[in-house]
């Protein structure tokens, strides 16, 4: 969340008409000067969390390996009781359940909870919850979407009405939702929160932009064809060195497990020569080479080699690793990020973390519509900008298709822990994109108008920023059922989407 100028208003957290919308038109306090806080004598208390490993980040994961969150801390420490006077913040961190349960065991007094998802997975808030206590649930973006999203989408399943969330990029907005403690406070245990603290997220989001798009000069593959590319599909999952052999199919899909062993022993076979040129190519051409040795694209090139290779050898046109277990654990000697780029802008599939469906998605995809194959990223939401951000550590820079036109893209290192290759793609602006996740039974389905790319240092590397088209809102109620992954394609594939679904007797389940 960038701290920015705070927008002109007559109370130092909100606007007026905001502060009375989200906290149900409640005369809280007398407004005094800038204020329309609660009395300097009745102030409310409210508990700071910082969900995290560590105020130092000691190992790779969201933002990356060794961010200092501590003038993040300091800064949010500082600017809160500017903007919110007549509220009291009481700071600490948690890495988990027990230091939370350690806590919220001495907090009597407080009268509601602030916590913000700095890493991942922490599970902190789960503990803060069941106080029944007001929670407002907050993302560092960047650094906690993952489960930030995973776990809103989970309370808004199960209707809790004493957690609101805030997931916006402006610190202005976090400070709009805290007066309804003080609303929480003064009403008692009928008061719901949640509801409030929506009224607040939804006044501050930005209204619709133009979301027509550019011309796409997108031709779409009929349904039939689509279904005889797909059975003429193979997907091969490297997860381990022990899983091999014949996985069931998906929509007709083959899928056949790998092992390590087997793509290692193929990037070691990669012909150096080869390897070198496709080194040159990557380095000539990407706008930015930055971190990176040439050793290591050449590393890079071979994995890449190696894994055409393994592909053409069990008559397969996609492949998915789990490349980070493979890395660390030592059973894969480079990263196949700048490898996966490559088979996607050849109109083959390489896809992220051993993430079976979403590989078969951008088969479908890819069949759809001659040969884009989208890219898997892991999204955030910034009610802010009113955007989705599609983020990771490798995308192709050819979106339109193998044969279409190529964008710039810089080689930078793995963003969570600053080794090996990734690439970021300067993705175009201006175009309307569909994305899915698709099951044996169903399919996941939005779509957003992007406009622009974010070039932050946190997290991956690609950035795609998007308009959604439809709700914003409703966009995050789905994250616990479907998981963090999804894949998106530049191009209205709406209909050929609702004509395959319903070729195949599949649900469509609208996302936004």
């Known amino acids: 969340m960038a701290t920015t100028p705070s927008r002109p208003s007559g109370c ?295 894994m055409k290779e393994v592909l053409r050898k069990h008559g397969a046109n996609a492949i998915t690793i789990n490349c980070l277990g493979g890395f660390y654990g030592g059973h894969i000697h480079a990263y196949p990020c700048l490898g996966f780029h490559e088979l996607c802008n050849e109109g083959l599939v390489g896809a992220c973390e051993c993430d079976v469906s979403s590989t078969v998605t951008q088969l479908v995809m890819a069949a759809m519509t001659g040969g884009r194959t989208g890219f898997i990223s892991d999204p955030v939401i910034d009610t802010g900008r009113r955007q989705i951000v599609y983020a990771h550590c490798v995308a192709p820079n050819r979106a339109f298709g193998p044969g279409g036109q190529a964008n710039p893209y810089e080689i930078l290192t793995h963003s969570e822990d600053r080794q090996g290759a990734s690439l970021r793609s300067i993705l175009p602006e201006g175009y309307l994109t569909t994305t899915l996740e698709v099951r044996e039974t169903e399919i996941l389905f939005h779509q957003a108008t992007t406009v622009g790319n974010d070039p932050d240092d946190r997290a991956c590397r690609t950035k795609l920023c998007a308009e959604p088209v439809g709700d914003i809102e409703k966009l995050f109620t789905m994250w616990d059922e479907w998981g963090w992954h999804r894949v998106t394609c530049y191009g209205d594939l709406k209909a050929p989407v609702e004509e395959l679904a319903k070729a195949r007797k599949m649900a469509l389940v609208a996302e936004a």
């Open 12 to 306: 130092a957290c909100c606007s007026r008409r905001q502060f009375l919308a989200g906290c149900g038109g409640l005369a809280l306090a007398p407004l005094a000067g800038r204020g329309a806080a609660a009395p300097r004598d009745e102030r409310t208390r409210i508990r700071v969390i910082y969900s995290l490993h560590a105020p130092v980040q000691p190992g790779p994961d969201w933002p990356n390996k060794g961010f200092d969150f501590r003038p993040v801390m300091e800064r949010f420490g500082a600017e809160l009781p500017k903007r919110c006077p007549g509220f009291e913040f009481l700071p600490t961190t948690a890495s988990g359940p027990e230091a939370a349960a350690r806590i919220v065991e001495d907090d009597a007094a407080v009268d509601g909870y602030l916590v913000f998802q700095m890493n991942c997975w922490n599970k902190v808030v789960q503990t803060v919850v069941p106080t029944g206590k007001p929670v407002l649930y907050a993302d560092y973006q960047y650094a906690g979407s993952g489960g930030f999203l995973v776990y809103t989408a989970g309370f808004l399943r199960k209707p809790t009405p004493s957690v609101g969330f805030v997931a916006s990029s402006r610190i202005e907005d976090l400070a709009a939702a805290v007066p309804c403690f003080a609303a929480a406070k003064r009403e008692g245990p009928g008061f719901d929160f949640a509801a409030a603290t929506a009224k607040v997220r939804m006044a501050s989001t930005p209204g619709r932009g133009d979301l027509a798009g550019r011309p796409d000069p997108l031709k779409i593959v009929p349904t039939e064809e689509v279904l005889r590319l797909l059975g003429k599909s193979r997907v091969l999952a490297v997860r381990d060195d022990k899983t091999s052999g014949e996985a069931p199919p998906i929509l007709g899909i083959a899928v056949a497990n790998v092992t390590f062993a087997e793509v290692n022993e193929a990037w070691k076979a990669a012909d150096r020569e080869a390897s070198r040129a496709v080194a040159d190519r990557w380095q000539k051409n990407a706008r930015v080479v930055e971190g990176v040795s040439r050793e290591t694209l050449e590393t890079s090139a071979a994995m890449y080699l190696g």
